[in-house]
C-alpha cells in the first residue's frame, strides 16, 4: 500500500492524474487484488502434483512445467485487474505507469514457448489440481528443481 499511496502521490503532484480518474480507480482496485493473490501465495503450502506424466519428465522439463503452472496461476488470479488497468492507464494517458507496470510484467499471461512440446492435456491436468497462486521457491525446494 505505500508503493501505492506513493505512487499516487506522486503523479496527482505532477499532474500526471487526476483524483477521480479511472487509472486510479483501476489501481486501487488492482492493488487489492494484488494483495490478495499474494496472501493466497504466502499461505498456499499444497503440494504440487506430482503426476506419473510430470515425474517422467526431465529436470529441465520439469522446471518449466512449474514456472508456467506458476505463471498462469498468478495471471488466473488478478489477469483481469491487470488488463483493466492497463486499459485505464492507456485512456488516461498515463505514460509512466504503463512504463512501469509493463517493465513488472506481474500476472501476464504466461508465455507457452517454453512447454509447447510437452503434453498440454497434462499440464491442464496439473493445473486444474494446483490452481492457486503459490510461491515458486518453496515448490521448486520441495521438487528439488532449485540449483543445477
Known amino acids: ?3 501505492l499511496t506513493s505512487l499516487l502521490m506522486v503523479l496527482w503532484l505532477s499532474g500526471c492524474v487526476s483524483t477521480n480518474s479511472d487509472s486510479v480507480t483501476a489501481l486501487k482496485v488492482w492493488d487489492a487484488k494484488y494483495k490478495e ?6 499461505n498456499n503450502h499444497a503440494m504440487f502434483p506430482e503426476t506419473d506424466w510430470f515425474k517422467s ?3 529441465e522439463d520439469k522446471k518449466a512445467v512449474v514456472f508456467y503452472v506458476n505463471k498462469l ?3 488466473n488470479c488478478g489477469g483481469k485487474e491487470t488488463e483493466s488497468l492497463r486499459v485505464a492507464l ?3 494517458n498515463n505514460e509512466s505507469l504503463i512504463e512501469f ?16 512440446h510437452l503434453d ?10 494446483f490452481n492457486k497462486p503459490f510461491n515458486l521457491i518453496e515448490v521448486g525446494d520441495k521438487l528439488q528443481l532449485l540449483g543445477n
Open 57 to 59: 519428465l526431465s529436470k
Open 120 to 129: 498440454k492435456k497434462q499440464i491442464d491436468l496439473i493445473e486444474s489440481r
Open 101 to 116: 507496470f509493463e517493465s513488472f510484467r506481474y500476472q501476464d499471461k504466461p508465455d507457452t514457448t517454453p512447454i509447447e
Open 73 to 75: 496461476n498468478d495471471y
Open 90 to 92: 492507456e485512456k488516461d
Open 37 to 42: 493473490c499474494q496472501r493466497i501465495t504466502k
Open 1 to 3: 500500500m505505500k508503493l
